[in-house]
């Protein structure tokens, strides 16, 4: 069991950062690929980005390469995303997730209660 809390969301102007935080509980975190979704009003979940338990596969979609960046500490049981350069599309709830897979919703088994990222322009 795996319980997921996400923090570092907000208000932040196109061209900004933020660093969002997805802390773990649980025993057997890193042994799960850590994933981050997004999901906009009225839009479905979409995968972000996504990184196996040892950190040596790294997936990104291809609307965030560039720009965002996912790490994990295994020690400190967190995830990562630290977002650059945002736009207003980036404006989203966004999830953390650990599971087996890699871009599909339902390869997670555990996800996060989500945190607000709202982007101006």
């Known amino acids: 069991q795996v319980q997921l809390v996400e923090s570092g969301g907000g208000l932040v102007q196109a061209g900004g950062s933020l660093r969002l935080s997805c802390a773990a509980s649980g025993r057997t975190f890193s042994s799960y690929t850590m994933g981050w979704f997004r999901q906009a009003p009225g839009k479905e979940r979409e995968f972000v980005a996504a990184m196996s338990w040892s950190g040596g596969s790294i997936y990104y979609a291809d609307s965030v390469k560039g720009r965002f960046t996912i790490s994990r500490d295994n020690a400190k049981n967190t995830v990562y995303l630290q977002m650059n350069s945002l736009k207003p599309e980036d404006t989203a709830i966004f999830y953390c997730?650990?599971?087996?897979?890699?871009?599909?919703?339902?390869?997670?088994?555990?996800w996060g209660q989500g945190t607000q990222v709202t982007v101006s322009s």
């Open positions: 997730a650990a599971g087996r897979g890699v871009v599909r919703t339902t390869e997670y088994a555990y």
